[in-house]
């Protein structure tokens, strides 16, 4: 994307993206990211929406559809679905 001006969900998903792409390829296939590298993106990325996620074995085996021990793009972002739909939900919540 080359936009000049991008608005905040544009900048949202470009995050998003760049996020992924900048833990990728450290360690194992070229494009996905062992379960150590997802920790970290983790830790540096999500600690506040994930400080009472389950374990990180939980979370491979929850996210990793195609098991072979590392995160695509789209399995990635199927954390990215649930963290959406949950901040969603408590919004929805709050407006009962
Ligand atoms: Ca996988």
Redesign the pocket.
């Known amino acids: 994307m080359a936009a000049a001006e991008l608005t905040p969900v544009e900048m949202a998903i470009e995050t998003i993206v760049t996020v992924f792409i900048s833990h990728t390829g450290k360690e194992g296939r070229v494009g996905?990211m062992t379960a150590a590298t997802f920790q970290e993106l983790l830790r540096l990325q999500l600690p506040n929406v994930m400080k009472d996620a389950p374990s990180l074995e939980e979370q491979m085996r929850a996210?990793?559809?195609?098991?072979?021990?590392?995160?695509?793009f789209e399995?990635f972002w199927r954390l990215m679905g649930e963290l959406v739909r949950t901040l969603w939900r408590e919004r929805e919540g709050r407006k009962k």
């Open positions: 996905t996210l990793d559809v195609s098991t072979d021990q590392e995160l695509t399995e």
